[in-house]
């Protein structure tokens, strides 16, 4: 064993930790940083901690600050991290009687705590933007084919018959609740820790109210010893995204499904398919493998956040920061991809409405309503209703509907059943089936033009609370922006 110790950082350390937290907040986090400084030097001045003098030359020397050097920097280890490299370069600018004073009342953990918000509080709301578009496509659709027949699946076999429309708005559904569950996320993350310092607040007069309104959050998060110590935040967010991209996985999947010859239910466009290198026939819906493993990728992602956090101490601790937040950053991207990739495909993909149509009325997938209408015509339970029509099923010899709703008259008739072979040959008819599935959330036309209407209103409420999110947190920029010149026009 050695006797020879390394100074700081060893090379081990540099390599392995140090140089990719660096470059991490180099990619993720630097106009955050930049951000959080203007607005603590501001607070600072209107607290009567720091001077206008100070405050100025502070707000100066970050304007100055050569941001594309700040993103090259190659990791030497003369400095610990980047909060160190711009405090040295501002220090080489302002001056160091001036610099050193912009970090009063504050600690690199408050500091962080809030730059991690402000980024996942802006991945939040990609998100929730793909998400609408993805929505608004699925709408398109529904609206267009409302009425197209195609057959429901249970189990992964033939089940009843519904309309391509009533496919789509389930997913469009689901979308929407994931859009409530982003938002009301939104309102969680987006509160400023800053002000907590290491852990317990400072003793000088900051006002943590105004630096949250300069950095555009909606609430503190009032406890300190939580700013810091608490990952709920993104905890909470990791699994909003988890949840969100198992829906999408699931969808992608009949999707693809839906490609195959075998189904031959759906065919994206020439610019959404690839060919093979030795088969000419080929079109290989790729663009949906990829959002199926992007999703996927996504939800492990998110899982492997949690899982990171889990039996952690509660307080500050590593684990939750540098080496965490590029993995929730890549969570988010590759939601996003996944959400506009498919969002893309579909708004360009036909559907074989034909072959649908087809399958709804095969496979006895009406079946269902010959018992209900057995029920409504002459009686008898659901129970003798199902017995007899379960009877004619499984002695049919094909699916032919003449044959089957003949021998099934003859059964009705034996029984002493009073109902008529027109009354079950329309039982059998798929597009009645629909027709009187009236029932809310049904997919009649009539029902379904009620959930389209709610539908395409509350995609309409989503993205102008979406828009004005965005507006407020430019306006949050506006009013730092107007703060710090008030301060440097001043003072020259």
């Known amino acids: 064993m050695s006797n020879v110790t390394s100074s700081f950082p060893a090379p081990v350390y ?62 030497d280890g003369s400095v610990e991290d980047l909060f160190f490299l711009v405090e040295k370069k501002l220090a080489d600018i302002a001056g160091q009687e001036h610099a050193g004073r912009l970090h009063t009342a504050r600690s690199r953990n408050d500091i962080d705590l809030t730059m991690y918000r402000m980024v996942l509080r802006s991945n939040l709301l990609n998100i929730l933007g793909a998400s609408l578009k993805l929505r608004s496509v699925l709408l398109t659709i529904a609206t267009q084919y409302r009425d197209a027949l195609m057959p429901a699946y249970t189990h992964n ?15 469009a559904e689901v979308l929407e609740r994931d859009a409530e569950r982003l938002i009301a996320c939104f309102a969680r993350v987006n509160r400023n820790p800053l002000g907590a310092c290491a852990i317990t607040t400072t003793g000088f007069p900051i006002q943590r109210d105004l630096t949250m309104r300069l950095l555009g959050f909606n609430g503190l998060v009032v406890n300190s010893y939580g700013a810091i110590a608490a990952v709920d935040y993104v905890a909470e967010a990791c699994s909003v ?17 839906w490609s195959t010859a075998e189904f031959n239910f759906l065919r994206l466009s020439n610019g959404y398919v690839q060919i093979s290198s030795i088969m000419p026939q080929k079109r290989n819906p790729v663009p949906l493998e990829h959002v199926r493993i992007l999703s996927s990728r996504a939800l492990t992602e998110s899982q492997s956040v949690l899982s990171s956090l889990h039996n952690t101490p509660f307080a500050d601790m590593n684990d939750g920061e540098d080496s965490l937040q590029p993995l929730v950053a890549l969570a988010f991207s590759d939601a996003q991809r996944a959400l506009t990739l498919i969002a893309g495909a579909l708004s360009e993909a036909t559907f074989n409405t034909e072959e649908m149509r087809r399958r709804a009325g095969g496979n006895f997938l009406p079946v269902t309503e010959v018992a209900d209408t057995l029920v409504r015509q002459t009686g008898i339970s659901f129970h003798d209703a199902h017995t007899i029509t379960s009877a004619a099923v499984r002695s049919a010899t094909s699916d032919d509907v003449s044959v089957f709703v003949d021998d099934l008259f003859r059964r009705t008739q034996e029984a002493k059943l009073n109902i008529t072979k027109q009354q079950l040959r329309q039982a059998m008819d798929p597009e009645h089936f629909v027709a009187i599935r009236t029932i809310t959330g049904g997919p009649a036309s009539s029902a379904m033009q009620a959930q389209i209407d709610h539908a395409s209103q509350q995609l309409q409420v989503d993205e102008q609370w979406l828009a004005a999110t965005r507006a407020n947190l430019e306006k949050a920029k506006t009013l730092l922006q107007r703060e710090c010149e008030l301060i440097t026009q001043s003072h020259r």
Do not use: K, W
Request: glycine share 4%; charged share 15%.
């Open 157 to 171: 076999q033939p089940a009843q018959p519904t309309t391509l429309g009533h496919y789509m708005m389930a997913m």
């Open 241 to 257: 995204l988890a949840t969100a991209m198992l829906s999408l996985g699931r969808f992608t999947q009949d999707m693809l499904l």
């Open 14 to 75: 540099r390599e392995q930790v140090l140089a990719h937290i660096f470059a991490d907040a180099q990619h993720l986090f630097l106009p955050s940083l930049l951000e959080i400084d203007r607005a603590h030097a501001v607070m600072l001045h209107r607290s009567g901690i720091i001077t206008r003098d100070t405050a100025a030359a502070c707000l100066q020397g970050i304007n100055a600050l050569n941001l594309e050097e700040l993103r090259s920097t190659i990791y």
